[in-house]
């Protein structure tokens, strides 16, 4: 079993549609944790940050539950630009980070 | 640019021979990371650098990987006697603090191919 886990999908949806993807992580050591998004052939780039309150920056919505161990992320109105891998990331302080395998989403008109 | 910057960009080795991949962080950044990630997988962790000390090398995958920083900035990845297997890209980050609280900037990514 993977340290941190991801539905690999496809997610296929229209545009303006909004889609939730999770992730579960088993390293109760972790302290931070990351979505970042990865175009194809291109390096992967910060999304945002997760907080445990809850985040949210515009249409990005993102959830920690540390005693799930779970993380959410949710895009409303999706855009064709959305189209991508986003990868969840969880960081021990010792500075180890471990990525999901990521979930693909294909946005289309 | 200020990013992080990696070379070559694409590198195609023999399999036996010796590679080194280069990792220019973003001026300033005490910590940098090293990846490796195989198609349809997120990166793997390989190793992890603060300043010029390897705190962690638990990824590497065997001891033919090795990676130095000797001055605290620049960094090399070196994969010797090279086998198939080592085709990935091997993705370069930084950050400007120490230990796992910061997101990291990636750079390019060097793409190995080994025949």
């Known amino acids: 079993r993977k340290e941190v886990e991801q539905d690999p999908g496809p997610f296929n949806v229209p545009e303006g549609a909004t889609v939730a993807f999770n992730c579960t992580y088993s390293?109760?050591?972790?302290?931070?944790f990351f979505w970042y998004r990865q175009d194809c052939r291109k390096e992967p780039k910060l999304l945002m940050s997760?907080?445990?309150s809850g985040n949210e920056d515009g249409r990005f919505t993102a959830q920690l539950n540390r005693a799930s161990q779970y993380i959410s992320l949710l895009i409303r109105d999706s855009k064709l630009s959305d189209s991508a891998t986003y990868l969840c990331?969880?960081?021990?302080?010792?500075?180890?980070?471990?990525f999901g395998d990521g979930t693909t989403l294909t946005v289309k008109p | 640019g200020a990013g992080v910057s990696q070379s070559p960009r694409y590198k195609v080795a023999k399999r036996g021979q010796d590679v080194a991949l280069r990792c220019d962080p973003i001026?300033?950044?005490?910590?940098l990371f090293w990846y490796q990630q195989a198609l349809g997988q997120g990166p793997e962790f390989l190793t992890y650098?603060?300043?010029?000390?390897?705190?962690?090398k638990s990824g590497l995958p065997s001891d033919r990987f090795f990676a130095e920083r000797p001055e605290g900035s620049v960094s090399t990845l070196k994969i010797q006697r090279t086998q198939q297997e080592d085709s990935a890209v091997y993705l370069c980050?930084?950050?400007?603090?120490?230990?796992?609280?910061?997101?990291?900037?990636f750079g390019d990514g060097t793409r190995l191919s080994i025949l």
């Open positions: 980050a930084s950050s400007s603090q120490v230990g796992g609280g910061q997101p990291q900037h």
């Open positions: 390293n109760s050591a972790s302290q931070s």
């Open positions: 001026s300033g950044h005490v910590s």
């Open positions: 990331v969880v960081n021990t302080n010792a500075g180890k980070s471990t």
């Open positions: 997760v907080y445990s």
């Open positions: 650098f603060q300043n010029e000390a390897q705190l962690d």
